[in-house]
C-alpha cells in the first residue's frame, strides 16, 4: 500500500491565505501613504488662504518704510539711516550697483572764464554785453569794484584765486587785474580771454579823456582829475613826450605787456623777458586776445568758441539802443601829436607794438582757422611813417582803472607803413 503524501493542499491553503494578509497589509499602507499625501496637499492648498492677511501687512509696512525713506531722502539731501539699515538686511547690492552713479549735471566748457581786462580797451563794452549775456544763458557773472589795483602781493594773489575758484560754475570773473598764475599755487587754472588795442591810440585816449573828458559832459574830468592843476592840465602832449615828462615816457607806456606777463616784479620793466612771458602766457592760458580794432570780429569769435556765454552777442552789439551808448564817448579836444612825436612815443612803445603786432597775428589766424573771413585794417607798422587814418571805429566804453582807465574813444587811428 502506497503512502499517501498528499500534504499539498492543506500546504497551498495556508500560503495562500498568507498571500492576502500580506496584500490587504500593503493596500492598507499604501491608502495611509495616499492619505497623508492628500493631506498635505489639502494643506498646501489652504496655505494662500491662511496667509494673505500676513502677507499683505508685509508688503504695506516695506511700501510704507520705502515711500517715508525715499522722501525723507529726497528732502534731507541724503540716505536716511533706517534706509542704510533695510539696505544692509537685504543686501550689500544698491542702486548704483545695478545701474551705475547718477548722471551728473552737465557743466559747459570751459565753466570757468576770467576776463583780466586791460584799461582803455573797450573792456566797458564787453562787460555791458555780458550783463545781458548773464540773464539770458544763466550763468554767473562777477564783475570787480576794484580798479585801482593791478598788481598784488603774494597774499592778496592767493586770496583773489580762491574766491575765483568758490564762484559757482559755470562762471565769468572779470576785473583790471595782471596774469594770475593759478597752477602756480596748485589751484585750478581758469580759461583767460582779453582784448588789446593799439598802444598809442591807447595812450592818446586815455591822455586827453584825463585832461578833458568826453562828449556826456566836459567837466566829468574834474571829477576824476580834481589835483591836476591847469599847467599840467594844458599841457601839450608834444611837449610832454618830447621833453620827457612821467606820464609819457616809461615806464607809464609800458601798459599793455603787464597784463599778460603777470604779477612777477620783471613784469613792468620794459625789455624782451616781460615780452617773452607774457607771449608764452597767452599761447598757453588764453583761448582769445583780440583786438579793438576788429571787435566785431573778435565777438563773432568769442560766439563760436565760448557759444554758452556769448551766443547772440553780435546782434546785442549791432542793436540801436547798443549803439546809442558809444556816440558820448569820444574823448573832448584830442589832437594827433607831430610825426616827430609821434615816432619817439612809437620807439618808447616798441615792445608793446611786438607784443600788439602778435597778438594781431595770431588772431587773424585764429579768424582764418575758424573760416572767419573779414576785412583786415593794414597791419604794416613801422616807426619810419606815421600818419593820421581816416577811419573811426566803434566807441566802446571802458571802466575806472587807476588814472588811465576812463571811457574809450577811438576818433583817430593811427597806421605806419
Not at 172 to 179: A, C, E, G, I, Q
Not at 270 to 276: D, Q, S, T
Not at 291 to 312: A, K, S
Request: hydrophobic share 35%.
Amino acid at each position: 500500500m502506497m503512502k499517501n503524501y498528499s500534504g499539498s493542499p492543506p500546504q497551498s491553503n495556508h500560503q495562500s491565505s498568507h498571500h492576502v494578509h500580506f496584500r490587504d497589509q500593503h493596500q492598507h499602507q499604501h491608502q495611509h501613504q495616499h492619505q497623508r499625501h492628500f493631506h498635505k496637499l489639502s494643506s498646501l492648498a489652504s496655505l494662500p488662504w491662511r496667509l494673505p492677511l500676513r502677507a499683505y501687512g508685509f508688503c504695506m509696512a516695506a511700501l510704507f518704510v520705502f515711500c517715508f525713506a525715499s522722501l525723507f531722502y529726497q528732502l534731507n539731501g541724503g540716505p536716511p539711516k533706517v534706509l542704510l539699515d533695510l539696505r544692509q538686511f537685504l543686501g550689500s547690492s544698491t542702486y548704483e550697483d545695478d545701474h551705475g552713479p547718477p548722471v551728473p549735471r552737465v557743466l559747459p566748457f570751459p565753466s570757468q572764464v576770467v576776463y583780466n581786462r586791460v584799461g582803455k580797451c573797450g573792456s566797458r563794452t564787453v562787460v555791458i554785453l555780458l550783463r545781458l549775456l548773464a540773464e539770458k544763458h544763466q550763468f554767473n557773472l562777477v564783475s570787480s569794484d576794484i580798479h585801482n589795483k593791478t598788481r598784488l602781493t603774494k597774499y592778496e594773489q592767493v586770496d583773489l584765486m580762491k574766491n575765483i575758484s568758490n564762484i559757482p560754475q559755470p562762471f565769468l570773473y572779470t576785473r583790471h587785474v595782471h596774469f594770475l598764475n593759478f597752477t602756480r599755487f596748485k589751484i585750478d587754472e581758469p580759461v583767460y580771454i582779453n582784448i588789446i588795442r593799439d598802444p598809442i591810440n591807447r595812450f592818446l585816449s586815455n591822455y586827453f579823456f584825463r585832461r578833458f573828458g568826453d562828449w556826456r559832459g566836459e567837466q566829468n574830468h574834474l571829477i576824476r582829475t580834481p589835483q591836476m592843476k591847469d599847467d599840467e592840465r594844458y599841457l601839450d602832449i608834444n611837449v610832454c613826450i618830447l621833453e620827457n615828462y612821467p606820464e609819457c615816457s616809461n615806464p607809464r607806456v609800458f601798459y599793455i605787456i603787464p597784463y599778460f606777463c603777470g604779477q612777477h616784479p620783471r613784469c613792468r620793466e620794459p625789455g624782451p623777458w616781460a615780452l617773452e612771458r607774457a607771449k608764452q602766457n597767452v599761447m598757453e592760458n588764453y583761448l582769445l586776445v583780440g583786438i579793438l580794432e576788429e571787435l566785431e570780429d573778435v565777438l563773432l569769435l568769442l560766439e563760436r568758441l565760448l557759444p554758452h556765454y556769448f551766443t547772440g552777442v553780435v546782434n546785442i552789439y549791432k542793436s540801436p539802443d547798443h549803439r546809442k551808448m558809444g556816440n558820448m564817448t569820444g574823448t573832448v579836444r584830442k589832437h594827433t601829436p607831430t610825426l616827430e612825436a609821434l615816432q619817439v612815443l612809437y620807439h618808447r612803445m616798441r615792445y608793446e607794438y611786438e607784443f600788439y603786432n602778435f597778438i594781431r597775428d595770431q588772431f587773424h589766424l585764429m579768424k582764418k582757422k575758424l573760416g572767419l573771413k573779414s576785412e583786415v585794417r593794414p597791419p604794416a607798422y613801422t616807426p619810419t611813417f606815421l600818419r593820421e587814418l581816416e577811419l573811426r571805429t566803434p566807441e566802446p566804453l571802458d571802466e575806472d582803472e587807476e588814472l588811465d582807465n576812463d571811457l574809450e574813444d577811438a576818433n583817430n587811428w593811427l597806421i605806419h607803413q
